[in-house]
């Protein structure tokens, strides 16, 4: 330790073991001698090492001093020069061996010299190792570098010059923006440490900084992180120009960034509708299926949760967005290992395919249906992934007012999705896992009598189980089970009698459903108890029908969107069912309400309205006040049309006559705002004359009194033509006398 060689030498002649080790517990106080521990003591080699003591280190080598011997953590003497940065006595013990260069420790972190120097910030026996070959690339046993050890121990000189060096294998801003993005806090705070004295440390660092993506992904991660959830900074960060800068990043060329930047739109867009359509006004949509494409999982599932988020909650969008993605990308996400891709494809189906059987059909024919069934038998699938498979299972088989897809239908049933769905409701005990199989197994049997029948042969499946969660006190879960119920009584009388075996159903269950101020609940509520009229124990039907007709079509006239939608749907259902149901509607005004949404601002409420109004063309009373609103206003026919479906229907006996009363004229067409005449004429003012200044008047030769007479004749007026008349009347008289 104080370097006397002279003093070593002596005692090494009189015999004394230059390899002994110092005891443990010699250096602590009221602690016994144990034999173990001494065996695990430094020895003098490493004191002269640690202390730098380079003349009494090359005598212990020179005598022959066991320069491998570990002291209880497993350093070698190398180790010790290494770590107190002791360059001479590293210098020493490589010539005397090599391969103590690159020696790890013995103990849990296996470290080798260089490592231990960039812990401490050994600079100097840093670059001395390095220049004699030690292997920077040897990491310990938790996987740290240099560039870690520095970082976590605060050494930014060490940091300095690696960043100076710019070797390839250790880009330092890469790595410390590794840190930052790892879930430890110490390693987290260490590495922005760090970056906080580099950035300040040397302008060109920022260059540095800029060229290793570190800005825009530490910024996009920041970004996503403050976004998460939080409406009010989801406008503050799109206000700064966020948008502009994540959609130049989404169509970069670097894989990493476009990660980051698609969680960062995926924050940003989550409903929050404005931001959506700032994003889809520049193309994201584009450049994130782009990524669908990328052979990595992470950067798929980003992309497609990112994408999902950009659809939004609005219908429309939607199923433009599915659209985009397209069928065979939609099958992909379903088969997909990650849970998210199989959400995120299930969603996709259910817009795609909904109140359209062309789209269904298409999805069943590329093979749609085993990839969801699959989703059901999958033990790790998430309660919020299994629901939406089942609804996209149940979406398949309706059209728009529950017409059926037989097609869908058996399609499901002989890839065992009947079957599965029944065994979810043995061995699921969620409730809102089991009202959405029922309700997806009453969708699947709608209107297909085989596959009634078969449901009804199932020995796991019994009408008492929708029952019973009709009952279960939770309002969302009764609704739902009841519109079960009304799907399987729905135009089917055998399933009604087999419902009213199993104990039918209260009255007073839907009684706080049509008082609710919440007019979802009293839509739904208004449509079962017209639908399931004839299961309501101890109620007259047409009362209850009468009922659920008046709150239906008074709806129709709501603030709320959603409620127009929905009333408008279940309008259009009833007007498929028996008979005097379409009759109330018509009585109940429901004509005219719906021709006045024609005009919506909402293309979804229009939608809808033509297709009821289509149905309710069957009904001659309806079809009367159909036309004569369209007499009054013939633009109204042709928004009707445009806004019809391609899987609705409407009365082609209507449009006929329609076509028909057009081509002859409607009285309306002779109104002054459609074209016709004023009702009250306009008068033509006559222009007046321009007066002649006096002056010019008299240069004009207008005579002012009559000219004096030639000859002596008077003037032929009319007194002296009659005279002349009578005389000569006169003399051919006299003439005949004289003849004769």
Request: charged share 20%.
């Amino acid at each position: 330790m104080y370097n006397h060689p002279p003093i070593i030498y002596q005692l090494a002649t009189s015999g004394l073991k230059l390899n002994q080790r110092r005891s443990i517990y010699y250096q602590k106080s009221n602690r016994s001698p144990n034999i173990n521990e001494e065996k695990i003591g430094p020895t003098a080699l490493h004191a002269a090492a640690k202390c730098g003591s380079l003349g009494a280190l090359t005598c212990l080598l020179a005598l022959q001093a066991d320069y491998m011997k570990t002291d209880g953590r497993g350093w070698t003497p190398m180790h010790f020069a290494a770590f107190f940065d002791h360059i001479p006595c590293v210098r020493a013990l490589y010539r005397k061996n090599p391969n103590l260069l690159d020696l790890e420790t013995t103990a849990e972190y296996r470290s080798t010299p260089l490592l231990l120097a960039a812990m401490v910030g050994a600079l100097d026996v840093l670059q001395y190792l390095l220049s004699i070959g030690a292997n920077w690339r040897k990491t310990d046993s938790k996987g740290n570098n240099l560039i870690h050890l520095a970082a976590l121990y605060f050494h930014t000189e060490v940091l300095k010059y690696f960043i100076e060096q710019d070797m390839p294998g250790l880009p330092v801003w890469n790595l410390l923006i590794g840190m930052v993005e790892t879930f430890e806090y110490y390693r987290n705070e260490m590495g922005v440490r760090a970056l906080e004295v580099l950035c300040v440390a040397k302008e060109t660092y920022w260059k540095s900084i800029i060229d290793a993506d570190v800005l825009q992904e530490t910024a996009s991660i920041a970004l996503a992180e403050l976004a998460c959830d939080h409406r009010s900074n989801q406008v503050s960060i799109a206000d700064e120009g966020s948008v502009d800068l994540l959609i130049n990043i989404l169509g970069g060329t670097k894989l990493h960034l476009q990660l980051k930047a698609a969680k960062t739109v995926e924050a940003l867009a989550d409903r929050n509708p404005t931001i959506q359509k700032a994003f889809l006004e520049r193309s994201a949509d584009k450049y994130l299926l782009k990524l669908l494409k990328v052979f990595d999982l992470e950067v798929r599932e980003q992309a497609s949760t990112a994408i999902w988020a950009l659809a939004g909650n609005a219908e429309k969008q939607q199923k433009s967005m599915a659209e985009q993605i397209g069928y065979s990308f939609i099958i992909d996400l379903l088969l997909s290992p990650s849970d998210n891709m199989r959400y995120v494809g299930s969603e996709a189906v259910i817009s795609i395919s909904k109140d359209n059987k062309e789209y269904q059909n298409q999805i069943c024919a590329a093979n749609g249906i085993p990839p969801l069934v699959r989703i059901l038998r999958r033990s790790e699938s998430t309660v919020r992934t299994l629901l939406r498979a089942i609804v996209a299972l149940g979406t398949l088989c309706i059209g728009v007012a529950y017409i059926n897809n037989e097609f869908c239908q058996n399609k499901i049933a002989e890839e065992g999705g009947m079957t599965s769905l029944v065994d979810l409701l043995s061995f699921e005990t969620t409730l809102e896992v089991k009202v959405e199989v029922v309700h997806a197994l009453a969708r699947i049997v709608l209107g297909n009598p085989k596959l009634q029948l078969s449901l009804h042969n199932n020995k796991d499946f019994s009408y008492r189980i929708p029952l019973s969660l009709l009952t279960t006190g939770d309002k969302k879960i009764g609704l739902r089970a009841g519109s079960a119920l009304a799907l399987f009584s729905y135009n089917n009388p055998a399933q009604q009698a087999l419902i009213l075996d199993c104990g039918g159903i209260q009255m007073s269950i839907y009684e706080d459903f049509l008082q609710s101020k919440n007019e979802e609940e009293k839509v739904s509520a208004s449509f079962q108890i017209v639908a399931l009229g004839k299961v309501i124990v101890g109620r007259d039907v047409v009362a209850l029908s009468a009922m659920g007709i008046t709150t239906l079509v008074k709806l129709l006239t709501s603030h709320n969107f959603t409620t127009v939608i929905k009333a408008g749907e279940l309008l259009a259902a009833l007007c498929r069912t028996r008979g005097g149901i379409s009759d109330a509607i018509v009585t109940m005004g429901a004509v005219e309400k719906l021709c006045a949404h024609l005009d919506s601002t909402n293309e979804q409420i229009q939608k809808v309205c033509a297709v009821t109004l289509g149905y309710l063309t069957f009904n001659l009373t309806a079809q009367r006040r159909l036309m004569v609103q369209c007499r009054n206003q013939p633009k109204l026919f042709d928004l009707l049309i445009s806004a019809l479906s391609i899987d609705a229907t409407i009365c082609m006996d209507f449009i006929e006559e329609f076509k028909r009363q057009k081509k002859m004229g409607l009285p309306s067409q002779s109104l002054e705002i459609n074209g016709g005449p004023p009702v009250i004429p306009i008068r033509k003012v006559r222009p007046k004359s321009v007066g002649v200044p006096y002056k010019e008047s008299q240069k004009v030769g207008f005579r002012t009194k009559s000219a004096p007479a030639v000859s002596s004749e008077k003037p032929k007026t009319a007194v002296n033509q009659s005279k002349n008349a009578q005389a000569l009347d006169m003399k051919k008289l006299k003439d005949k006398q004289v003849t004769k």
